[in-house]
């Protein structure tokens, strides 16, 4: 109107930047410089990170899921002939019905480390890392959702083998403790998850990776009393065996189905449990730090 007063361009600067008011009506804005948009937990963005992560594996299911599974039971099929002569039994039981919780729990544990260790170092191959750092996520919402996808790689392998299990002829299966099945699967795909992201962040190519998975993973599954219980080995060994956190993961996973484990008592299992936890919240806080600093992802 022509008895208003002109408007001065440092009023026009100041309410363009000026945040939308509802009471006057005011539509979208652009925020004053320097106030942070997203607040709290970007859930959107965490669950599309974890969901791009659970679509990128099951692309390849055959590869990542049935593929893991039919090797499980090949170990089943040669440790049962080898080694399960007809009677003999492990922890009361039958040596295949021994050696299937150890199976199932190291497939699950292998495939999160394969899932989580995967996801930054191909963004650093292909040059596509900037998808994953640019987006609004912090370090503690990018490692959920990578160490999220990869529990549930694991979990999905663990459920396919063990209904291979179940169905194969010889093989026992029972369950005796829940608690135990799902805390210990779930812990062993954590602290693999987790070591996969560090190898991930730390790789610059693939045989990196792969000396990781074949120098440190593959050795701490197989000697971590898969195949066997540790009472049979020297003192020696068996203290070896007692400072390898996979074999706490898979005797305490076995407990949950036969009831019996070369841990300990029932005291000593759940003494294993809290110290699993604690070592994958001291992981996570490494991981964690690690991933903050930008560590050979920004640098």
């Known amino acids: 109107m022509a008895d208003q007063a002109p408007t001065t361009s440092k009023q026009l600067a100041s309410a363009r930047v000026a945040p939308g008011n509802a009471e006057t009506g005011g539509g979208a804005r652009f925020t004053p410089r320097g106030q942070p948009v997203i607040t709290g937990i970007n859930r959107v963005g965490l669950y599309s990170l974890y969901m791009k992560e659970v679509r990128r594996f099951l692309k390849v299911q055959t590869q990542t899921i049935w593929a893991p599974a039919v090797t499980t039971l090949l170990f089943l ?66 490692m959920a959702g990578i160490v999220g996808a990869a529990v549930t790689r694991a979990v999905a392998v663990g459920c396919t083998v063990g209904l291979a299990m179940v169905l194969w002829p010889g093989v026992t299966l029972h369950i005796a403790h829940v608690w135990a099945i799902v805390w210990f699967g779930l812990m062993g795909s954590v602290m693999l998850a987790l070591f996969g992201l560090a190898t991930s962040i730390w790789a610059e190519k693939f045989d990196h990776n792969a000396a990781i998975t074949n120098f440190v993973i593959a050795p701490l599954s197989l000697l971590s009393g898969t195949f066997y219980v540790i009472d049979n080995l020297a003192p020696a060994f068996q203290a070896v065996s007692r400072a390898n956190p996979f074999f706490y993961v898979i005797s305490g996973f076995r407990y949950g189905f036969l009831g019996e484990s070369d841990i300990g008592r029932a005291s000593d299992v759940a003494w294993a449990a809290a110290g699993i936890g604690v070592f994958n919240l001291v992981l996570a806080l490494i991981v964690y730090v690690i991933l903050r600093s930008g560590w050979k992802l920004k640098s």
């Open 77 to 142: 099929v040669i440790f049962s002939v080898a080694l399960g002569r007809e009677g003999r039994e492990v922890l009361g039981v039958e040596f295949a019905s021994f050696v299937a919780p150890g199976l199932i729990v190291m497939g699950m544990m292998q495939n999160a480390f394969a899932n989580s260790s995967f996801s930054l170092l191909s963004g650093k191959i292909q040059g596509t890392i900037i998808d994953l750092l640019m987006p609004p996520l912090s370090p503690g919402e990018l």
